[in-house]
RNA sequence: GCCCCCGUAGCUCAGUUGGAUAGAGCGAGUGCCUUCUAAGCACGAGGUCGCAGGUUCGAGUCCUGCCGGGGGCACCA
């Protein structure tokens, strides 16, 4: 029985309690069922009553003891107990909670997931670093975090598409391409230029392609430096991507958006809303009737676009292609953005607490014997994706991102993640699963198979009933990320159910021990080793971390 | 000055969207391997949940103010 099953018990339980006379009230669609901290608390614990009480015109106490009576009448429960201010504490029988590892395993890599979110079609944008430079610290927390949370927003049913916005028009690439021909000829970088050896190796890399581009007329290197400066930049952003795990569904142009006139077309259809006027000679926004602390400009005085330009006509772009639901990930260097943001979809006549999220996250830091980290063969302080992966791997570079709040800033001690030991999270996670690994490599070894069915009331040792109880709170672990946006509440349970697992792994011994013959209970316990195996593999899987099977 | 985030055990952080006695890990202490991976497990100490009010049956969680830390407030991108 799973805590949804025991849900709809409880919903059942209290309709029959309203029939039988026994409770004034209409009957809720769904109630909260909660695994207590306090196993002296049952398995499960609903507040239900004490939600009930109110409508029922009842002590919180009267009303539960009006559904217990009901549900005792279930044979999947064992028991019902009214305890405290009115919570029901309720404990399963034995083969009720074993059943859950048939169920699970039978599921396999669907087991998870759900249609909760299928109504939603969901535009992802994250990343979005610009074509001048690598990934670097903080676009990675980014790119684990987005593409995790793009996996089990997936898992929850939702329709997403990831989107990685190129801005690939305007100032910076101009910039970008004159340091590039600055590195060419040996000259210093421009002012608000880049520097780095990635711009002297992209450079070289022209050169060698063009030899007389540091002959050519200023107007006419420049562009190429710009089109193949790019085009170079971008390739090595999506290969580090890549090999981190992440791919995009949409690299999406600014300079094609350009080019399609959808900038026009936004400014437009913005002025037919009533929010567009014109001051100083530039045409502006009234993002302040939206709650923007002040208006923005949307056109220069010199006829140039803004970045707020390409804000406005990218969000446009994104309904228009039929996404309700925009989810923006911002570093919290950017977190002035989410009151334009909000602003321009308003603008737009849509509703900002809808159609428009931003996620704000804080920055990361790197720790070395307890100081920041430095890259020391360079002279910038800048740290790039392929620099943490170099340090950490990618599983462990992408689990130390994924499994902390957004809203907190986060030190990452390599110390600590490069560690090949528990003390390390995600070593722990995957050791259990390279455990389970072996375990069941030993089975087969032996000629012990788990069959086509088991009894599910031997799984009855407390550690059994703890282990079957956490993998229960798997869906509703990843449905509750999905719908907060919190991927590292994944992770956070990972690492309790690798506990729960040790400790079952210590307290029951699952394959027969010398000539003894396999039981029934070795059977029974396989498939629960079996059903931890699969919730373990994918959850790593929604966090992009492999689950290793040796370790 | 205004806006956003944070403040929970010595350290790093969770806290099931308002529930029962606030939890892990690390650090430090003591035990547990002649058989499934000891990269593990078991046993304890450690707290005014920054401070002060408020909302209610009930607040770490919601509201207000204050203190402290981080970040941000362009006709830049």
Not at 118 to 146: C, D, M, Q, Y
Not at 182 to 195: C, R, S, T, W
Not at 278 to 307: C, I, P
Request: aromatic share 8%.
């Amino acid at each position: 029985m799973t805590p949804a099953d025991l849900a709809e018990a409880v919903v059942s339980a209290i309709r029959a309690a309203v029939d039988a006379g026994d409770l004034a009230v209409t009957p809720p669609d769904s109630v909260v069922i909660e695994r207590p901290k306090n196993r002296d608390h049952g398995d499960y614990a609903t507040n239900a009553a004490l939600q009930l009480a109110k409508p029922a015109g009842r002590p919180p106490r009267d009303v539960a003891e009006a559904i217990a009576a009901h549900l005792r009448t279930s044979t999947s429960i064992a028991a019902v107990e009214v305890a405290g201010p009115g919570f029901l504490n309720i404990t399963l029988s034995d083969a009720a909670q074993g059943e859950l590892a048939r169920l699970i395993v039978a599921a396999g890599s669907a087991y998870g997931t759900s249609d909760t979110l299928s109504k939603e079609k969901v535009n992802l944008e994250f990343v979005s670093a610009n074509p001048t430079g690598p990934i670097h610290l903080g676009h990675t927390r980014w790119a684990a975090l987005g593409d995790a949370l793009g996996r089990i927003l997936t898992a929850a049913g939702a329709d997403v598409t990831r989107e990685y916005y190129l801005n690939d028009a305007g100032v910076q690439v101009d910039r970008f391409a004159e340091s590039l021909r600055a590195a060419a000829l040996g000259h210093e970088a421009p002012e608000d230029g880049y520097v780095g050896d990635y711009v002297t190796a992209i450079a070289d890399r022209i050169v060698a392609a063009h030899p007389d581009i540091t002959t050519m007329a200023e107007p006419d290197a420049l562009a190429i430096f710009r089109r193949e400066g790019m085009e170079l930049m971008l390739a090595e952003i999506r290969k580090s991507l890549a090999e981190f795990g992440v791919e995009f569904d949409v690299y999406f142009s600014e300079q094609a958006m350009r080019d399609k006139g959808e900038l026009d077309a936004a400014l437009a259809s913005l002025r037919a809303h009533g929010h567009v006027f014109e001051q100083d000679g530039a045409v502006w926004l009234r993002t302040t009737d939206f709650g923007d602390d002040k208006d923005r400009v949307v056109r220069k005085s010199d006829g140039e676009w803004t970045y707020f330009a390409g804000d406005c006509a990218y969000y446009l772009d994104k309904r228009e292609r039929g996404f309700d639901r925009l989810i923006y990930m911002l570093g919290a260097d950017h977190h002035g953005y989410v009151g334009r943001l909000k602003a321009v979809c308003a603008s737009f006549g849509d509703d900002p607490d809808k159609n428009v999220e931003v996620l704000i996250g804080q920055l990361v830091n790197l720790l070395k014997d307890g100081e920041p980290f430095r890259m020391s063969k360079r002279a910038g302080t800048i740290i790039w994706m392929t620099d943490l992966v170099d340090l950490l791997g990618v599983d462990a570079a992408r689990y130390a991102l994924s499994r902390y709040s957004t809203d907190s800033p986060i030190d990452i001690d390599l110390d600590l993640w490069a560690k090949q030991t528990s003390d390390n999270p995600v070593f722990y996670v995957q050791y259990a699963h390279a455990r389970i690994s072996s375990l069941l490599r030993n089975a087969v070894e032996l000629g012990i198979t788990r069959g086509d069915d088991y009894d599910p009331s031997l799984l009855a040792e407390p550690q059994e009933g703890e282990l079957l109880g956490a993998l229960g709170e798997f869906p509703r672990v990843v449905t509750s990320a999905a719908e907060l946006r919190e991927p590292h509440r994944v992770a956070r349970y990972l690492e309790s159910l690798a506990g729960t697992y040790h400790r079952f792994y210590d307290a029951c011994r699952v394959l027969p021990m010398g000539d003894e013959p396999a039981t029934d209970t070795t059977r029974a316990r396989l498939w629960l080793v079996e059903a931890t195996r699969v919730v373990l593999a994918n959850g790593l899987g929604l966090l992009g971390v492999s689950a290793p099977e040796r370790m």
